[in-house]
């Protein structure tokens, strides 16, 4: 059974980074994507950055870019999103997905698999 773990959120300050990892076990398949995502309260989730499991990254929202960095390790089954320059808007649940069978995973109805989430707070 697959089974993804988010961790690295916490409370930061504008202007300040924090590097979120997904790790994965139980894959049933060699080709996924795998997105992450976020869900500020009262507010529907978004895609914030994917990546392929050859490594391939999808453009990042236009939210993010120039500040959030996703990669991975495959010999960790890892998924990484740096993030640099936290603004109070980032602030937010952080989730990875998985869709098994594609190069892409940028709508949260696609994904097969997510994580339980991850708290990030950013105060200004």
Not at 58 to 67: C, E, I, L, P, Q
Request: hydrophobic share 35%; with cysteine; net charge positive.
């Amino acid at each position: 059974q697959v089974q993804l773990v988010e961790s690295g959120g916490g409370l930061v300050q504008a202007g300040g980074s924090l590097r979120l990892s997904c790790a994965a076990s139980g894959h049933s398949s060699r080709i996924y994507a795998t997105g992450w995502f976020r869900q500020a309260a009262g507010k529907e989730r978004e895609f914030v950055a994917g990546i392929t499991w050859t490594g391939v990254t999808t453009n990042n929202a236009d939210s993010v870019k120039g500040r959030f960095t996703i990669s991975r390790d495959n010999a960790k089954n890892t998924v990484y999103l740096q993030m640099n320059s936290l603004k109070p808007e980032d602030t937010a649940v952080y989730y990875c997905g998985i869709k098994y069978g594609s190069l892409r995973l940028t709508s949260p109805d696609e994904a097969d698999y997510w994580g339980q989430g991850t708290q990030v707070i950013v105060s200004s």
